[in-house]
């Protein structure tokens, strides 16, 4: 597992969290962070999923 894809993983998490927290305080501010938060980090780990496939493919 790449670095980048566990950084990704971890903003994801904080991510879904902020955006639960937005919605239980009612903060919309806070949720669409959250959610933006979450949008990013899947698209980090999935970059880093992405790099891991070309090496496992190069290496084969």
């Known amino acids: ?3 980048i894809q566990i950084e990704g993983l971890a903003q ?3 991510g879904s969290i902020k955006e639960a927290i937005g919605k239980l305080t009612g903060s919309n501010a806070t ?3 959250g ?4 949008a990013a980090g899947k698209a980090q780990a999935a970059v ?3 790099k891991t496939a070309v090496k496992d493919r190069l290496k084969s």
């Open 1 to 3: 597992m790449e670095k």
């Open 48 to 50: 880093g999923q992405g």
């Open 12 to 14: 994801e998490a904080k």
């Open 31 to 33: 949720e669409i962070e």
């Open 35 to 38: 959610t933006a938060e979450r």
